[in-house]
């Protein structure tokens, strides 16, 4: 089983940016395709970014693209989220998560079996 250790979060004027990374231990992280989510007080958890193994195939919210890139070191089994150009609707608790399809760039939360505790992302306006 894969562990999953958020941090980076924290509170940044609307167009600022700021770096989250999620460090994996335990089960081969390689094996498994990653994704960031985020949480907003009274809202459903949603999709932000994914990446796969391997060549390391992405896939974004439309709301953040072009200013949020996801990224993946196998070798430091880490993933990152840079965030540019945030925004105050960016608020939210995000939470980094893995899925035992590798080669997949998934959406869905369901297909998400490994999840970190989360970080605080606060935007001002």
């Known amino acids: 089983q894969v562990q999953l250790v958020e941090s980076g979060g924290g509170l940044v004027q609307a167009g600022g940016s700021l770096r989250l990374s999620c460090a994996a231990s335990g089960r081969t992280f390689s094996s498994n395709g990653m994704g960031w989510f985020r949480q907003a007080p009274g809202k459903e958890r949603e999709f932000v970014a994914a990446?796969?193994?391997?060549?390391?195939?992405?896939a974004y919210r439309d709301s953040v693209k072009g200013r949020f890139t996801i990224s993946r070191d196998n070798a430091k089994n880490t993933i990152g989220l840079q965030m540019n150009s945030l925004k105050p609707e960016d608020t939210a608790v995000y939470y980094c998560?893995?899925?035992?399809?590798?080669?997949?760039?998934?959406?869905?939360?369901?297909?998400?079996?490994?999840w970190g505790q989360g970080t605080q992302v606060t935007v001002s306006s």
């Open positions: 998560a893995a899925q035992g399809l590798p080669y997949q760039v998934i959406t869905d939360t369901r297909f998400y079996t490994v």
């Open positions: 990446i796969s193994w391997g060549v390391g195939t992405t």
